[in-house]
């Protein structure tokens, strides 16, 4: 098959299995069974709503729990437990307020009353200093988390008492909170299992152990918990839920495996009705034996291979050559060939940072198609990988001529120095590693790969010990910010380094018509202006410019866009997941 | 029990107190030498945030301080509590764990020796005949082939395949497998150590003289024979039997048993501190009794053996 004809069948098939995968129908005449049995992953690190960050600890608490907001079967966000989605009110300030009207008689899983206060329990405790959690930037946008998270110069929290700006108004029927700017995904936030609420006095009464026993983990979502050891967790159907009638089978287990041998295994045989990965090695036989159970959906992620912009291996380069050296080396991989030979489980090519599934300002077309002026940044097209490498090569000419360090002849380079490749150990990432190694080589360019442990591959990347790494980012939440806040100086995920070290005094970057600026000045100016910015559009067209500025350095080299693969049984209806890779069973059916 | 022995006793749980608090020790300073922390993951958190929980676990402090800290808790026996799993304590996780992994475990364990010792010392009787070559056979490819390849291919075989059992730990008849797939290498490795130190006791001279007196041949094996054969199974037993009653990463996540095998690799890849010294600490302690119990068994099968 031609590598063009496997692309197009491949985003067809993300496309279209998205599709089937978010709008699952229900009914039937068929008889259905009361229990479904369906693997998430592996004993989760937390199912407290505040603290998870894992996307199988989301599907869990999704489960038992139901915030202002929630996704329907065709994954658009809708109402949950509020009446209706409010309208951004203006404030004086310059900030807005959205005030959530509450369903009547919302009730937790062990029937007490639940109003808007719990929600202001809830929210302050995810955003505060003292839950440090992992997601508590996710409160970053509403009032008052700036005064929570202020600190003076020795790092101690200065407003350790300090509340976020939401109250509980007409009686505890309404919640009313107030935003610093008016972003298009304040009611997505609300959806996320950080912002579910939680009950303030099981919480308080054992606030480190309550999430982790059946008994205290009160919710109010469709389902409530009634067991939870190392081995599962087994919901039961929430009669005190607000839309009980539309929860259908009265029990979910989730068996917690991770292995992928062992899930198939499971699914084979029947023993689990759904499970969350595939052996990756296996997917070939999978796609075709599980024909209709096999499915692949788009996620909102990158896989891409960051370069480090202080890399002592380039030291002897200028950082203009540096660049075209990094942009040269991107080009001359074939994403084609990647994901159809290593990725196989129908990964997008992809030319820009933001990923796929990722809406612009008109809230209809995706932000990835608008990259650069609609072009992306270099054609992923198979036909075009040829003209790439001509490019890569004439790219690394001008190098070798201005820097008289190596010589490129009849497409050959000699003398280049030698770059170190860094991967985590995994089967893909490796072959991955190899891929490149073998591909540059034919240029005469020579990769060694570092392949190391989890942990430590991490704590290299992170502190910049490295020329060339894999990387890999999944989005927060249907927003271009969610990839673009993370390249600023002073963010904990800026693997490239931009802005730190030598980089830091470098003048190379344009931006609002003036020249000759520091990352700080330019990539940092951009972000907090689009953290500012009230205008949808204004703020769209500045994180565009971003992404632009950011792919000028050449030191974010794209892959593929993610996508998420799973097995479902065709006796379960109704099901769907969400681009975040939530998977939602609580309006599903299962046939007998 | 005379002196000798409780002295021996008393020595020997003094001496173990004293390789637990090296375990202790060197585990560790070393797990502070790799790299990383417990609070990191591919996307980073906020570094106020790290801040936060470095200061929450005491990771500020000096090392020393730390060592001692931990020391101090761990003699009240406090293991803390887990850093990668919120709100669980090390101690709940370990014993959770060691019930899933003790039940299959003990039984394999049970299994692989009873059925070692039987066949090993049949194929010492029938040596070099065609029994003896069988079991041989069969034996050093079980010790050969590694457990994710046997978990892998009975899982494929039974339960994929032929549908018979199930894949899955917690349903019934899901032990099965687990147990079968924990038990194959023990007692594999049980014969080939009974066969061996069978057939130089078969060629002893006092059962040559029980022969000629006319002793039925089964006594001869199982009350001559095989009772001095034991020391060396006896050697082994101790720490495989620890092992094995502590969980097996591979054959627990294969059948999905929820035991503690898993938390001994997934600790350490995820740097949880606490729960790395409490599993390490756990595995020390039932090794060290294990082993104290083999040497005590030494004395009943052999009363030659010295204690002291």
Redesign the interface.
Known sequence: MKKSLALILAVVMVLSLGLAACGGEGGGDATYKDTMTVSAG??P??I?PA?N?AVDGATYIIHAFAGLTGYNADCEIVADCAKELPEAVALDNGMVSYTYELKDGLKWSDGSDLTAEDFVYAWNRAAS??T???Y??MFELIDGYAEM?K?DDE?N?VNPDAKLNVKSVNDGKALEVVVTVEVPYFHELCAFPAYMPVKADVVDA?P?????KAASYIGNGPYKVTDF????LVMEKNEYYHNADAVKTKNIIW?????D??L???F??G??DFIDSVPNDQIDSIASRYADEYKVTGQLGTYYVSFNVNDEALKDFTEAERIDIRKALGLMLDRNYIVDAIGQAGQVPANTFVAMGLTDADGKTEFMDNANGGNGYFSVKEEDYATNCQTALTLLEGVAKSSGKFTVADGTVTGFPVLTYLTNEGTGHEALAAYMQDTLKGYGIEIKIEVQ????F???R?AGNYSIARN???GDYNDPISFLDMWIS????NDCQFGKGAHADYKGYSYDGKGDLTWAESYDAIIAKVKGSKDAEERFALMHQAEDLLMTTGAICPIYYYTDQFMISQDIEGAFASPLGFKYFMYATIKA | MDKKFLYYLIKRVLLAIVTIFLVITITFFFMHL????PF??????????????ME?YGFNDPLWKQYLTYLGNAVTLDFG?SM?????EVTD?IF??FA?SAKIGFIAAALALVMGMVFGAIAALYHNKFIDRVIMVVSTAFVAMPSFIVG?LL??IF??EL?WL??????SGGLILPIIALALYPMAYTIRLTRSSMLDVLGQDYIRTAKAKGVHPSKVLFKHALKNAVTPVITYAGPMIAFILTGSLVVE????V?GLG?HFFSSI???DYTMIMGTTIFLATIIVIMMLISDVLYKFVDPRVDLS
């Open positions: 592996g004993y690190d937390t407290d603290l960050s200093p003292a440090a959690a992992d508590c930037y998270w600190t790092g929290f054992d480190e152990g309550w999430a982790t050891t190392q081995a599962q068996p917690f495996n991770e292995d041998n062992a198939y295994a499971n084979q045989s023993s689990y442990e989890w942990g430590t991490l704590d290299t992170k890999g980012w999944l002073n963010s904990g995920n | 790799i790299p990383g922390d990191q993951s591919e996307k980073a958190i906020p570094e106020p945030v790290r801040e936060a929980l929450k509590m990668r799993m919120d709100g669980r996780v959770e764990g899933s892998t899982l494929w339960c994929a549908e199930p894949a899955n730990g917690m349903e996540r294969i059948f999905t929820p898993d890849q995820n740097r």
